[in-house]
């Protein structure tokens, strides 16, 4: 049966405005929460309240499906659900996200999380999508007029329950990737953070921003590695299928060259880790976001040490305290690094670290290929559930 979103969503589109912070009071909701498919606790902030009575109509419900309807491209019709933890979990839905609140008589919340994030669906929202110079937005009256099909609720429980057990065959593997992402950070700090000595601004181990003039005289033909935003992961990750003459991007784009660290400077991007070592350039080249700071080791520096210490947490937390700017367009400044200080290690750790961490990198891949098939496997399980063709109204 045919509904539109509005009769079978309570639609909740003003969270909490409370200034966030990093730490303390009970957890808010922020736009990278939905980076995922489910509510991501790691991503949200803090209201620095400790009192309720005021926030009890802006507690999330479990069933609450998240979405981002407002801000960039890159988060753009992203939604995630909010299943609790615990009866007692408290979380406040903040700012910048809509939230919808299904009907239990209508919608298993768990059938339309996964609707939500059909092609089916995607292509009935980019309908609706209007793009600024600034970022993209839909409307929430679009939103709600958007119309689909709904089977009976226990033809919904069906479709949710079988893509739950593939589902778990995912978060299994993605588990196991992030656990070897944890093992590197653990390795990194067992290897260099009982160093003693002198610190040393980070500014004297590396470069910061080099010169664009050091490829002024290849000639404007020459292709080169072209990397936005978008095509760095939060894990280290970049994607190398854009290319560009270099006289298209040498004025109005952020240069760096092979083995430089690319450290993302605005926020969300760096808290949410966004970075990467900038490897297998198209001539060793590369020009991309102006919103990345690069990072290019000095001598007995090593980019394996250099890009790791930037992902560390705590070097996170403190790049983000020195952020400048207005909400939303905030950044790292480049005076950041001249403040942070580290022991500088032997060139002889790095190179034992580097060896290390190429070994996890290569189990990284294989468990990468498996999860592509499985993701490949989910997808078309979607398709099957969500055309009619795994179960009908016969076979329940």
């Known amino acids: 049966m045919k509904y539109k979103l509005h009769e079978v969503f309570e639609f909740i589109r003003n969270g909490a405005n409370i200034k966030q912070g990093i730490e303390g009071g009970y957890p808010i909701t922020r736009i990278e929460t939905i980076s995922?498919?489910?509510?991501?606790r790691n991503k949200m902030g803090y209201a620095g309240i400790y009192d309720?009575?005021?926030y009890e109509d802006y507690l999330l419900k479990d069933g609450d499906i998240l979405m981002s309807h407002i801000n960039s491209e890159i988060h753009l019709g992203k939604s995630a659900i909010y299943q609790k933890k615990d009866p007692e979990e408290k979380i406040i839905h903040g700012m910048?996200?809509?939230c919808l609140?299904?009907?239990p008589k209508i919608i298993f919340p768990k059938y339309v999380f996964y609707y939500f994030n059909t092609h089916f669906f995607k292509m009935k929202l980019n309908k609706i999508i209007k793009k600024s110079v600034n970022q993209a937005s839909f409307s929430v009256t679009d939103l709600k007029k958007i119309e689909i099909d709904i089977p009976n609720i226990d033809i919904q429980i069906k479709i949710a329950n079988t893509l739950d057990k593939a589902q778990e065959l995912i978060d299994k593997r993605n588990a196991q990737i992030e656990a070897l992402d944890q093992l590197t950070q653990s390795v990194f700090l067992e290897m260099f953070g009982s160093i003693r000595g002198e610190k040393l601004p980070l500014?004297?181990?590396?470069?910061?921003?080099p010169p664009k003039r050091e490829v002024a005289d290849l000639k404007e033909d020459t292709i080169v590695?072209?990397?936005p935003m978008a095509n760095v992961s939060e894990t280290g990750e970049i994607d190398l299928?854009?290319?560009r003459n270099l006289g298209e991007v040498y004025k109005g784009f952020t240069y760096f060259k092979e083995n430089d660290v690319l450290f993302a400077k605005i926020t969300p991007c760096m808290e949410n880790g966004k970075g990467a070592i900038a490897k297998n350039l198209t001539n060793e080249v590369g020009f991309g976001s102006t919103e990345f700071h690069v990072l290019r080791p000095k001598e007995g520096i090593t980019s394996e040490w250099l890009y790791y210490l930037t992902t560390l947490p705590n070097f996170r937390q403190q790049a983000e305290k020195n952020m400048t700017g207005s909400a939303g367009q905030k950044r790292v400044p480049k005076q950041f690094f001249d403040k942070y200080k580290v022991n500088k290690p032997t060139i002889e750790s790095q190179e034992e670290f580097k060896k290390i961490i190429l070994k996890i990198n290569s189990q990284k891949e294989m468990l990468k290929?498996?999860?592509a098939i499985l993701d490949t496997n989910f997808q078309s399980l979607m398709q099957l559930s969500f055309k009619g063709e795994l179960f009908t109204e016969e076979k329940v």
């Open 36 to 40: 995922d498919r489910y509510i991501n």
């Open 52 to 54: 309720l009575s005021k």
């Open 96 to 98: 910048n996200l809509l």
């Open 101 to 103: 609140r299904p009907n």
């Open 203 to 209: 500014s004297e181990l590396c470069e910061i921003n």
């Open 225 to 227: 590695s072209f990397i």
């Open 241 to 243: 299928s854009e290319t």
């Open 369 to 371: 290929k498996s999860l």
